[in-house]
T-cell receptor, first 112, second 111 residues
Framework: KQEVTQIPAALSVPEGENLVLNCSFT??????LQWFRQDPGKGLTSLLL?????REQTSGRLNASLDKSSGRSTLYIAASQPGDSATYLC???????????FGKGTMLLVSP | DVKVTQSSRYLVKRTGEKVFLECVQD?????MFWYRQDPGLGLRLIYF???????EKGDIPEGYSVSREKKERFSLILESASTNQTSMYLC??????????FGQGTRLTVV
């Protein structure tokens, strides 16, 4: 059964720093990987979707990479801002297109 | 603007009540999902549906049922609510190769 781990569980940085959030998964036979953002008490918002054939995706200050063979993905946030404070979740879909398995998230706090 | 809409943000129900959580999407997506989210446990899949009138059990279906009579609507039913079903419930929809879209969540408290 697929397991998804996110490290660290929480991260606090000053505004302006570049940072990396990590996601690892146990079964490398994935269909795609998604990164989501969740604000307190709210639903999830999709940030980036990486198909299994892709190595990375970029959106604005966000860049996500995927290394299937090692079972790892990273989310890079450039020039962090207080508005980036949220919980970031990683989720993978298994091969043959199956349902998403979520990590427990990294809670990010960016202080002014 | 694409949307997944859940019928309630907050609900308080009594133990033993039958509870309906409604979810509607306007993107003509084939696939819809119900999750619950609890501190320390993350998101867990309750039920999902790949088509109208079709349903599949997720990881924690006990105590729940679902209904999908129309493509855009996916309902989660708690047949007899219990206090251990107090949770945040999240609905999502997607199509093959698309990102998943989530509703705003329903915070259910069973007293």
């Amino acid at each position: 059964k697929q397991e998804v781990t996110q490290i660290p569980a929480a991260l606090s940085v000053p505004e302006g720093e570049n940072l990396v959030l990590n996601c690892s998964f146990t079964d490398s036979a994935i269909y795609n990987l998604q990164w989501f953002r969740q604000d307190p008490g709210k639903g999830l918002t999709s940030l980036l979707l990486i198909q299994s054939s892709q190595r990375e995706q970029t959106s604005g200050r966000l860049n996500a990479s995927l290394d299937k063979s090692s079972g790892r993905s990273t989310l890079y946030i450039a020039a962090s801002q207080p508005g980036d404070s949220a919980t970031y979740l990683c989720a993978v879909a298994g091969s043959g297109y199956s349902t998403l398995t979520f990590g427990k998230g990294t809670m990010l706090l960016v202080s002014p | 603007d694409v949307k997944v809409t859940q019928s309630s943000r907050y609900l308080v129900k009594r133990t033993g009540e039958k509870v309906f959580l409604e979810c509607v999407q306007d993107m003509d997506h084939e696939n819809m999902f119900w999750y619950r989210q609890d501190p320390g446990l993350g998101l867990r899949l309750i039920y999902f549906s790949y088509d109208v009138k079709m349903k599949e059990k997720g990881d924690i279906p006990e105590g729940y049922s679902v209904s999908r009579e129309k493509k855009e609507r996916f309902s989660l039913i708690l047949e007899s609510a219990s206090t251990n079903q107090t949770s945040m419930y999240l609905c999502a929809s997607e199509d093959l190769d698309s990102e998943a879209f989530f509703g705003q969540g329903t915070r259910l408290t069973v007293v």
